[in-house]
C-alpha cells in the first residue's frame, strides 16, 4: 500500500514566485553569477564577494528566499528578488511507497510558448545509503521497448536549473539542509545526509541533454556547495556512443550503460539507439571510460525479461562481452507498467542467470525493486505532460507573436 500526501500548501506558495517569470539564479555556473549581479549593479571588485554568498545560501544552506540572505544587505537583497529568483518548483504530490521510496511530481514553469511540464524525482533510502533518482528529460525520444518513458514522446530538455531544483526539493523534504536559523557553519555533515547519492536514472536520456546535465552535476559535485563526490554521482546512458567519451572528459561521473542484451540484432529491438550505436562501439567506449579500476567500475544494467534475454547462454554471453572491463552487473527485475508487452522472467531463472554472474566474480547482482506500489521503480516513471500538437503550438506561435 502507499500513501499519497498533499503537498499542495507548500507548493502554491513556491509556484506563485516561480511563475512570475524572472530568470532563476539557481543552476548558474560562479561566471553567470558574476554577469547576473553586475547587470543588477554590483561593482565589479565586489562580485567574487558575493557570488561565493550565493552560492554558500543556495548551496550549503539551501534557502529559497533572497529575504534569508543574512550577510547580504537588504539592499541588495531587494535589488536581486526584484530581477531574479531563487524559489522552489511546485511540488504537486508526493507518495511514500511501503517500503519507504519517496516520489515527488514537481511542476517547471513554462519555457518560451510551452505550457509548465512536469517531471517525477524518486528518493530510495537503503542500509547505510540513500539515493536520489533524478530526471533529465521529460519523456524520450528514445523508444526502448520495455520502458514506460519511452513512450512518452520528448516533450522538452530540462534545463541546468531543474534538474538541480529535484536534488534540492528532495533535500529540503528529506532534511538535509540545516535550517535557515542554525548557526554559521553548522551544516548537515556528509555521514548524516540522507541523500548521499544520486543517480541520472530518472525519466530522459542524459546524453541527450548534455550541457544541462553537464552544469548540473558539476554543480552538485562542487566542493564549496552540495560537496556530492563523483564517485556517488551515476550517469546512467542507452548508450550515445560520442557523449560518453565526452562525459568522460568533461563531467568524470560514473557511468552506467543500460545493456539488456549481448548481441545487436536483439538490443536493436529493445534498446534501438544500438542500430545507430552497436555493441562494438558501445563496448570500445567503456573500455576507454577514464579513470576506471576496480574501485571505479562501470555498471551494466540487464533487465529481466522474460524468455526474451534471460537464458543461461546469455549470461555466459554477458560474462565473456564484459572480459576486461572494470564491471558491476545490476540485474533488474522488469517492472510493469500499464499496456507493457513484457513479463519479468521467473524468480528460479533471475537467480540461475545470477549464479553465472556470481562465479565469474560479480557479487549479488540483482537490484532488489523499490516503490513499484507507487510506479516509482527503474521505467516506470512517467509524467502527464504531452507535447503539444502541431495545431496547438502554431496557435500558441500566433499569440505570442
Ligand atoms: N535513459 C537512461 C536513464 C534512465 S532509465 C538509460 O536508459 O539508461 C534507468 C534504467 O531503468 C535503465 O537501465 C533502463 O533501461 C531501465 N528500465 C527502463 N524500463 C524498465 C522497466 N520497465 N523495468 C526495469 N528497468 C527498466
Ligand atoms: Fe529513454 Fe532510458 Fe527509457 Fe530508453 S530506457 S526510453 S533511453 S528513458
Given at each position: 500500500?502507499s500513501i499519497?500526501?498533499?503537498?499542495?500548501?507548500?507548493?502554491?506558495?513556491?509556484?506563485?514566485?516561480?511563475l512570475?517569470?524572472?530568470p532563476s539564479?539557481?543552476g548558474?555556473?560562479?561566471e553567470?553569477?558574476?554577469?547576473?549581479?553586475?547587470?543588477?549593479?554590483?561593482?565589479?571588485?565586489q562580485?567574487?564577494?558575493?557570488?561565493?554568498?550565493?552560492w554558500?545560501?543556495?548551496?550549503?544552506r539551501?534557502?529559497?528566499?533572497?529575504a534569508?540572505?543574512?550577510?547580504?544587505?537588504?539592499d541588495?537583497r531587494?535589488k536581486?528578488?526584484?530581477h531574479?529568483?531563487?524559489?522552489?518548483p511546485?511540488?504537486?504530490?508526493?507518495q511514500?511507497s511501503?517500503d519507504g521510496?519517496?516520489?515527488?511530481?514537481l511542476?517547471?514553469?513554462?519555457?518560451?510558448a510551452?505550457?509548465p511540464?512536469e517531471v517525477?524525482?524518486?528518493?530510495i533510502?537503503?542500509e547505510?545509503?540513500?539515493?536520489?533518482c533524478?530526471?533529465?528529460q521529460?519523456?524520450?525520444?528514445?523508444?526502448?521497448?520495455f520502458?514506460?518513458?519511452?513512450?512518452?514522446?520528448l516533450?522538452r530538455?530540462?534545463?541546468a536549473?531543474?534538474?538541480?531544483?529535484?536534488?534540492?526539493?528532495a533535500?529540503?523534504?528529506?532534511g538535509?539542509?540545516p535550517g535557515?536559523?542554525?548557526?554559521a557553519g553548522?551544516?548537515?555533515p556528509?555521514?548524516?545526509?540522507?541523500?548521499?547519492n544520486?543517480?541520472?536514472?530518472?525519466?530522459?536520456?542524459?546524453?541527450y541533454?548534455?550541457?544541462a546535465?553537464?552544469?548540473?552535476?558539476?554543480?552538485?559535485?562542487?566542493?564549496?556547495?552540495?560537496s556530492?563526490s563523483?564517485?556517488?554521482?551515476?550517469?546512467s546512458?542507452?548508450g550515445?556512443?560520442?557523449?560518453?567519451?565526452?562525459?568522460?572528459?568533461e563531467?568524470?561521473v560514473m557511468?552506467?550503460i543500460?545493456?539488456?542484451?549481448?548481441?545487436?540484432p536483439l538490443?536493436?529491438m529493445?534498446?534501438?539507439?544500438?542500430?545507430?550505436?552497436?555493441?562494438e562501439?558501445?563496448?570500445?567506449?567503456?573500455?576507454q571510460?577514464?579513470?576506471l579500476?576496480?574501485?571505479?567500475r562501470?555498471?551494466?544494467?540487464?533487465?529481466?525479461l522474460?524468455?526474451v534475454n534471460?537464458?543461461?547462454?546469455d549470461?555466459?554471453k554477458?560474462?565473456?562481452?564484459?572480459?576486461g572491463?572494470p564491471?558491476?552487473i545490476?540485474?533488474i527485475?522488469f517492472?510493469?507498467?500499464?499496456g507493457?508487452n513484457?513479463?519479468?522472467?521467473?524468480w528460479?531463472?533471475i537467480e540461475?542467470?545470477?549464479d553465472?554472474v556470481n562465479?565469474?566474480?560479480?557479487?549479488?547482482p540483482?537490484?532488489t525493486?523499490?516503490g513499484?506500489?507507487?510506479?516509482a521503480a527503474?521505467g516506470?516513471?512517467k509524467?502527464?505532460?504531452?507535447?503539444?500538437?502541431?495545431?496547438?503550438r502554431?496557435a500558441?506561435?500566433k499569440?505570442?507573436?
Amino acid at each position: 500500500m502507499s500513501i499519497s500526501y498533499d503537498l499542495k500548501p507548500v507548493g502554491v506558495a513556491a509556484a506563485a514566485d516561480s511563475l512570475t517569470a524572472r530568470p532563476s539564479l539557481v543552476g548558474k555556473s560562479r561566471e553567470e553569477l558574476g554577469t547576473a549581479l553586475q547587470a543588477v549593479g554590483v561593482p565589479e571588485r565586489q562580485v567574487r564577494m558575493r557570488v561565493s554568498q550565493l552560492w554558500h545560501w543556495l548551496y550549503v544552506r539551501g534557502v529559497s528566499s533572497f529575504a534569508d540572505m543574512a550577510n547580504i544587505s537588504a539592499d541588495l537583497r531587494e535589488k536581486l528578488a526584484a530581477h531574479f529568483s531563487v524559489a522552489r518548483p511546485e511540488i504537486v504530490t508526493g507518495q511514500i511507497s511501503a517500503d519507504g521510496t519517496r516520489k515527488w511530481l514537481l511542476r517547471f514553469p513554462p519555457r518560451g510558448a510551452g505550457r509548465p511540464v512536469e517531471v517525477e524525482t524518486v528518493y530510495i533510502p537503503e542500509e547505510g545509503r540513500g539515493t536520489l533518482c533524478i530526471s533529465s528529460q521529460v519523456g524520450c525520444t528514445l523508444t526502448c521497448s520495455f520502458c514506460h518513458t519511452g513512450t512518452q514522446r520528448l516533450v522538452r530538455n530540462l534545463t541546468a536549473e531543474e534538474i538541480l531544483a529535484q536534488l534540492l526539493v528532495a533535500r529540503d523534504c528529506l532534511g538535509d539542509f540545516p535550517g535557515k536559523d542554525t548557526p554559521a557553519g553548522a551544516i548537515v555533515p556528509e555521514e548524516g545526509r540522507k541523500i548521499s547519492n544520486i543517480v541520472m536514472m530518472g525519466m530522459g536520456e542524459p546524453l541527450y541533454n548534455f550541457d544541462a546535465v553537464k552544469q548540473a552535476l558539476l554543480i552538485a559535485s562542487d566542493g564549496e556547495g552540495l560537496s556530492l563526490s563523483k564517485r556517488r554521482i551515476t550517469l546512467s546512458t542507452s548508450g550515445i556512443v560520442p557523449e560518453i567519451y565526452r562525459a568522460g572528459e568533461e563531467i568524470g561521473v560514473m557511468l552506467a550503460i543500460s545493456l539488456h542484451a549481448v548481441s545487436n540484432p536483439l538490443r536493436d529491438m529493445l534498446v534501438p539507439i544500438n542500430k545507430k550505436y552497436p555493441l562494438e562501439e558501445l563496448m570500445e567506449a567503456c573500455r576507454q571510460y577514464p579513470g576506471l579500476s576496480n574501485a571505479r567500475r562501470i555498471t551494466f544494467e540487464y533487465v529481466m525479461l522474460k524468455d526474451v534475454n534471460d537464458s543461461v547462454e546469455d549470461a555466459r554471453k554477458l560474462v565473456a562481452l564484459l572480459k576486461g572491463i572494470p564491471a558491476k552487473i545490476n540485474l533488474i527485475p522488469f517492472n510493469p507498467w500499464p499496456g507493457s508487452n513484457y513479463q519479468c522472467s521467473d524468480w528460479e531463472q533471475i537467480e540461475r542467470f545470477a549464479d553465472i554472474v556470481n562465479k565469474a566474480g560479480y557479487a549479488s547482482p540483482v537490484r532488489t525493486p523499490r516503490g513499484r506500489d507507487i510506479l516509482a521503480a527503474c521505467g516506470q516513471l512517467k509524467s502527464q505532460s504531452e507535447r503539444l500538437r502541431k495545431t496547438e503550438r502554431q496557435a500558441l506561435e500566433k499569440e505570442c507573436a
